[in-house]
């Protein structure tokens, strides 16, 4: 199975190959996770097109970029999921999937989703910060220089000050992740803690809609 380069799907995302008859629209931090699961299950009738994982930093362009990705590729499939909880939008792009009849993640971003809805809603940790298995990678280019920590260190405390630990919830059981995650911790002076979670919701929730 290919996976795709997670540093260039934060710039330009995964385009749609056209040969299935759904689509699964996702975030681009998304798109390994997808992937294995569509090899896993041998779900032949799903293509996958991912919006840039950059959009993670602009949460309000999310709702326009699933509409605008929805105009261009919608025509030739008879589904679309999008594989998107509400990931910041405050609720926008749950009105625009229900304006436009599509299904969408469950959940409030996919820390939850991963952990499991329930359980993350349970766990109250508002004092943790978390990575997945793609923001392990990529906590240079997402997290440490948007914030300019790379630049002036001395904002870290301005900016996690009242964070207490770092969750790395763990797709998968890779050493040299789980080494990446804890230097994450080590950087912003937080305590680490590796939850390993799989899939999560987002595998039933692939599973539920495959089989519907």
């Not at 759904?22 to 097109?49: S, T």
């Not at 997402?142 to 001395?154: A, S, Y």
């Not at 630990?165 to 890779?174: C, F, I, M």
């Not at 680490?192 to 809609?209: S, W």
Request: charged residues 25%; negative net charge.
């Amino acid at each position: 199975m290919h996976l795709p380069d997670d540093t260039s799907l934060t710039e330009t995302g995964l385009p749609a190959s056209g040969r299935g008859r759904n689509l699964l629209l996702a975030c681009g931090a998304l798109a390994r996770e997808v992937l294995a699961l569509i090899a896993l299950n041998k779900w032949d009738h799903y293509d996958l097109h991912c919006l840039p994982a950059k959009l993670h930093n602009r949460p309000d362009q999310i709702a326009d970029a699933v509409e605008q990705a929805v105009a261009r590729h919608g025509g030739a499939y008879d589904d679309i999921f999008v594989l998107y909880a509400d990931c910041g939008t405050g609720g926008r792009l749950a009105a625009t999937c229900d304006r436009l009849g599509l299904q969408m993640l469950a959940g409030p971003h996919c820390y939850s989703f991963f952990d499991g809805n329930e359980d993350f809603a349970a766990r109250g940790e508002v004092t943790s910060f978390y990575l997945t298995d793609f923001l392990a990678r990529q906590f240079d280019s997402l997290v440490w220089r948007p914030l300019g920590l790379d630049r002036h260190p001395e904002l870290r405390e301005a900016y996690f000050g009242n964070y207490e630990k770092l969750v790395y919830l763990a797709q998968t059981e890779d050493p040299g992740l789980t080494a990446r995650a804890e230097a994450a911790a080590r950087r912003l002076g937080l305590i680490f803690e590796r939850r390993f979670t799989g899939y999560g919701d987002l595998a039933e929730a692939l599973r539920n809609h495959a089989s519907a």
